[in-house]
C-alpha cells in the first residue's frame, strides 16, 4: 500500500501516452466485447432443446419451402406425436432502417404442441387460434413499441414486399430461454401468411410452408423417426430432410462458419493486440526506468518491491482500460445493433465482462516481465551510469 | 576495528568488458573514522566513484576486505546488502535523482517507505529532513519547481531521513553553480560538525574537498 502513491504517479508519468494507451485498450476490449456477444448469437445450449423435436426442410436448399401437404402424410408416420410449420417473415418494419424485429408465421393450431419453449397462457392460445388476424409477440415488443391487445399493425415481410398484413395482437409469449428473453419477437398466424403469399405471390404459395417440425416419441428414437419421415418423401420433387433441432441449428451455424471461425480468431487477436499495446508502454517504461530504478535501489529498495512497482504499473494501466473497455461493452452493443439491424439477437453478456477482467490480468502481468527483468537484472552501477 | 566506520585492506576491483579484464582499484588500504569528513579526489577514471560505490555496497570487490559500519559487506547476499544499506547508507548523487513526479516531501519519504514507522512518524521524519536542510516551506514542490541546488538540498534530505551511519557523495556539486555549490558544501560540513554525520565525498572540485577534514587522492587505481 505504501508503494501505491509511487505506481500511480508512475503510471501517469506521461499523460498523454497512458491515456492513449487506456483508450487503445479500452477499445480493443470493447470490440472484444462484441464480437464475443456477437459469437454467442450463433451458439446455443443443448439444454434449451426440446426431446424429439425434429425439424424437417427441402432436402435442396433451406430456401426452398415444402408442400402442405406433408404435414399430413407426416402425421400418419409412426411415432410422429405432432406436426407444426413455420416461416420466416424478416425483422423490417415500415420506411425506416432502424425500425426493426423478428417475425414467423406459424401454424396457430398445433404450434403449442411442440413448441414447450414458446411459454404463453392457454386464453392467448385460444385466441391465437380463433381470431384471424392474431398475433402474439414477446414482452420485450410490447415493451418497446408500447403495443398491447387490440392493437392492429401493419407488418411485411422482408423476401415478400409486397405482402402486408393487419394483425391483431391477442396476447404474448415469452421464450424459455433466459438468453432469449428480451428478443423482440412477433409470432402471426401461419395461415394468415400463407394466404397473403398465395395472393401477392403465386396462388401456389398458399399451399407452402417454410419448415416443418415434428415431435418424435419416443424422443430417443428420433433419428429414426426422422429417417422414416424423409422415406416417405424419397425420390419424389419435394424430397425432405429431417433432422434433430441440434443438428438443423448445427447446420444453419455452419453456413456461417466462415465468418464465426474469423471473428473468433479475431477476437483472440484482440487479446494479442491488447497485449501489444501495453508490452509497448512497459517496454518504453522499462527503458526510461533504467536509471531510476538503480536509485531506487541504493536507496534499499529490494527486487521484489521493484517488482510491486512494475507489476502494479502495469495492472493498473491494464484494469484501468478493462473497465472502461467493459463499461463500454454495453454502449457498444446498442451501437452495433443500431448499425446491424440483422443482429439484434445481439446483447450484452455479463460473462464477456468476466471474461474481460481475467484476460486482463494476464496480459498486465505478461507486459510487466519486461520492466520487471530488467529492473531486477540490471546492476545498480550500470543502471547508475545510464542517462534518463 | 573501533572507533573506524571504513575498513578497506588490500581491496581490489576491476571490471570484464568484452572478455577483457579492466583493473580499477589497486591494493586500496583506507580506515575511516567515525564523524570523519573525507573527500576523496582525483582525475576522471582514477577509480573514487568505483570506491565509493564499494563502500555502499552497490558493486563488490574482486579481491580484499571491505568492512563498512561493522559488517563485511562483500559476504552480503543482494537481500541483504539492500537491507543494509537502508539501514546504513545515505547516497548523495551528482544528479540528485530525485523522482520527477513525486513532490520534495514524498522523495524525502521514500527510504522511509522501506521500514515500519507508522505515516505520523514518516511524517516527522520528513519534516525535520527537510528543516534541516532548510526546506521546510518547499515540501510540497515538485523538483521541476526547484533550482539544482535546492534539488541537491532534497537530495541530502533524502539521504540523511533514516539517520544513516555514513553518508556517501558522488560529486554532490558536480552539476551546480559556485553559489549553489558552497551552499551545499556549508551543508555538508553542518551535518558532519553538528550531527557527527561520517561523510566521505568523491570531488574534482578543489573548492569542495576544502570543506572535508581529510582529502585522500587517487590516481590510476592507487591512493596516494
Redesign the interface.
Known amino acids: 500500500m505504501?508503494?501505491l502513491?509511487?505506481i500511480v504517479?508512475?503510471a501517469?508519468?506521461h499523460r498523454l501516452r497512458t491515456i492513449l494507451t487506456i483508450l487503445g485498450l479500452a477499445i480493443t476490449i470493447m470490440s472484444f466485447g462484441i464480437v464475443r456477444n456477437v459469437l454467442e448469437v450463433f451458439s446455443f445450449s443443448e439444454d434449451d432443446l426440446i426431446p424429439g423435436h425434429l425439424i424437417t426442410r427441402h432436402k435442396t436448399s433451406m430456401m426452398q419451402f415444402l408442400p402442405y401437404s406433408h404435414l399430413d402424410k407426416m402425421r400418419q408416420v409412426e411415432g410422429v406425436e405432432a406436426v407444426t410449420y413455420g416461416f420466416w417473415m424478416g425483422v423490417r418494419y415500415g420506411d425506416d432502417p432502424e425500425e426493426f424485429f423478428a417475425r414467423m408465421a406459424i401454424d396457430q393450431d398445433n404450434f403449442y404442441k411442440i413448441r414447450s419453449d414458446w411459454i404463453t397462457s392457454e386464453e392467448d392460445i385460444e385466441d391465437f387460434k380463433t381470431v384471424k388476424n392474431a398475433a402474439l409477440i414477446t414482452p420485450a415488443l410490447a415493451l418497446k413499441k408500447d403495443w398491447e391487445e387490440g392493437d392492429v399493425i401493419t407488418v411485411g415481410c422482408d423476401y415478400f414486399e409486397t405482402v402486408s398484413l393487419d394483425v391483431e395482437i391477442v396476447g404474448q409469449f415469452e421464450f424459455a430461454q433466459e438468453q432469449n428473453r428480451q428478443a423482440e419477437f412477433m409470432l402471426v398466424r401461419g395461415d394468415l401468411f400463407r394466404r397473403a403469399i398465395g395472393q401477392e405471390v403465386s396462388p401456389e404459395m398458399e399451399h407452402q410452408v417454410g419448415w416443418i417440425e415434428l415431435l418424435a416419441d419416443p424422443p430417443d428414437e428420433a433419428t429414426e423417426i426422422a429417417t422414416r419421415v424423409d422415406s416417405l418423401f424419397m425420390n419424389s420433387d419435394m424430397e425432405t430432410k429431417t433432422e434433430p433441432v441440434n443438428a438443423y441449428a448445427n447446420a444453419q451455424v455452419e453456413r456461417f462458419r466462415t465468418i464465426i471461425t474469423a471473428l473468433q480468431v479475431s477476437s483472440y487477436l484482440m487479446i494479442g493486440v491488447i497485449l501489444l499495446v501495453l508490452l509497448n508502454t512497459m517496454s518504453m517504461v522499462a527503458r526510461e526506468r533504467i536509471?531510476?530504478n538503480a536509485?531506487?535501489?541504493?536507496?534499499?529498495?529490494?527486487?521484489k518491491?521493484l517488482v510491486i512497482l512494475n507489476f502494479g504499473e502495469s495492472m493498473f494501466v491494464a484494469l484501468i482500460g478493462a473497465v472502461l473497455g467493459a463499461a463500454l461493452i454495453w454502449p457498444g452493443i446498442k451501437l452495433f445493433k443500431t448499425l446491424m439491424p440483422f443482429l439484434q439477437q445481439v446483447k450484452f453478456e455479463w460473462i464477456t465482462v468476466v471474461w474481460v477482467i481475467p484476460a486482463m490480468i494476464i496480459v498486465g502481468i505478461l507486459a510487466s516481465l519486461v520492466p520487471v527483468i530488467k529492473a531486477t537484472n540490471t546492476?545498480?552501477?550500470d543502471g547508475?551510469r545510464t542517462l534518463e | 576495528m573501533a572507533g573506524y566506520i571504513v575498513n578497506i585492506t588490500n581491496l581490489y576491483k576491476e571490471y570484464i568488458r568484452d572478455d577483457m579484464r579492466i583493473p580499477v582499484l589497486y591494493d586500496i588500504n583506507l580506515d575511516v573514522p567515525t564523524g570523519e569528513f573525507l573527500a576523496l579526489m582525483g582525475p576522471s577514471g582514477s577509480g573514487k566513484t568505483t570506491l565509493l560505490?564499494l563502500i555502499?555496497g552497490?558493486?563488490r570487490p574482486t579481491k580484499g576486505d571491505l568492512s563498512v559500519a561493522g559488517e563485511s559487506v562483500a559476504n552480503l547476499t543482494?537481500?541483504q546488502l539492500?537491507?543494509w544499506?537502508?539501514?546504513h547508507?545515505g547516497?548523495i548523487?551528482q544528479f540528485y535523482?530525485l523522482?520527477?513526479?513525486?513532490t520534495a516531501f514524498?522523495n524525502v519519504e521514500?527510504?522511509l517507505?522501506?521500514t515500519s514507522l507508522s505515516k505520523r512518524e514518516r511524517r516527522e521524519h520528513v519534516e525535520t529532513a527537510l528543516s534541516i536542510v532548510g526546506l521546510a516551506d518547499r515540501m510540497n514542490h515538485y523538483p521541476r519547481q526547484l533550482s539544482g541546488g535546492q534539488e541537491q538540498r532534497v537530495a541530502i534530505a533524502?539521504a540523511l531521513v533514516t539517520d544513516p551511519s555514513i553518508l556517501l557523495a558522488d560529486e554532490p556539486t558536480g552539476d551546480l553553480d559556485r553559489q549553489s555549490a558552497e551552499a551545499i558544501m556549508t551543508l555538508l560540513g553542518r551535518l558532519n560538525s553538528e550531527f557527527n554525520k561520517t561523510i566521505i565525498m568523491v570531488t574534482h572540485d578543489p573548492r569542495a574537498a576544502e570543506s572535508a577534514k581529510v582529502v585522500r587522492h587517487l590516481d590510476k587505481g592507487e591512493l596516494t
Open positions: 505504501k508503494l502513491k509511487l504517479k508512475n501517469f508519468r536509471n531510476e536509485v531506487l535501489k541504493t536507496l534499499g529498495f529490494r527486487g518491491h546492476s545498480i552501477v547508475l | 560505490n555502499a552497490i558493486d543482494e537481500g539492500a537491507q544499506r537502508a539501514n547508507i547516497f548523487f535523482n523522482i520527477p513526479v513525486l514524498d521514500l527510504p517507505l522501506l533524502r
